[in-house]
């Protein structure tokens, strides 16, 4: 991974908060809601916010860190039977542990009128430049991989693979099981 991606993230991430910045006032979204924490079907992540993710885990002392990575492999396992699960980074009191640093499928969603248990109501517009944002995410990340946080951070937690993707060489035929498996996409695939 070359140096300052994380910087450039950050940057897509701010931008984004401004270009939506006048539909975002609309929003009944509330901290503590955590509707879409719970519903974690589709929080989708690259392996670039999956490393920044897998560092901060690392900083975590214990029972945390185990609590975590239980959360994390049981929401895998919900996963692989079509289950959506509670977000293994949500916390009792229903605010995020790695708010400061969630992936951008965290950052985008928002809802003029109260979820109540079904899908968030959210603008055109919005969705569309949430759409861009993504194409950027993946882009940025063009050696790297796009899929559900808790099969990223599954990948990201194997030592080899770690290495490799940090030096950019993660080849396809690496993960080719877990990814064909796991509905992993390769970003260098995505559209530009
Ligand atoms: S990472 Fe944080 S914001 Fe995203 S779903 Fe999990 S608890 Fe919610």
């Known amino acids: 991974m070359k140096i300052g991606k994380s910087e450039k993230l950050k940057e897509l991430y701010n931008q984004y908060e401004i270009d939506v910045a006048e539909f975002k006032t609309s929003a009944v979204c509330v ?7 719970i519903d974690v079907g589709n929080i989708d992540i690259t392996t670039l916010e999956g490393i920044i993710i897998h560092k901060r885990m690392a900083t ?8 975590i990575k239980a959360g994390l492999a049981q929401n895998k396992m919900e996963r692989e039977k079509g289950v959506l699960s ?5 916390k009792k009191d ?13 950052r985008w ?16 517009q919005a969705l569309n430049l949430a759409k861009n944002t ?16 808790s099969y990223i951070l599954s990948l990201l937690d194997n030592e080899e ?14 993960i080719a099981h877990f990814g064909k498996s796991h509905g992993l996409s390769i970003n260098r695939t995505a559209p530009s």
Do not use: W
Request: proline residues 5%; positive net charge.
């Open 31 to 37: 901290k503590g809601c955590a509707n879409c924490c």
């Open 60 to 67: 975590f002392a214990e029972p945390l860190k185990s609590k």
């Open 86 to 90: 509670r977000c293994a980074f949500l």
């Open 94 to 106: 229903k605010t995020c542990i790695i708010y400061d640093i969630r992936p951008f499928s965290c």
């Open 109 to 124: 969603l928002y809802s003029v009128k109260d979820c109540n248990g079904t899908s968030p109501t959210v603008h055109r």
């Open 134 to 149: 993504v194409k950027k995410i993946q882009q940025l990340d063009s050696a790297g991989y796009s899929g559900h946080i």
């Open 161 to 174: 693979i770690r290495r490799l993707y940090m030096r950019g060489k993660l080849k396809p035929q690496k």
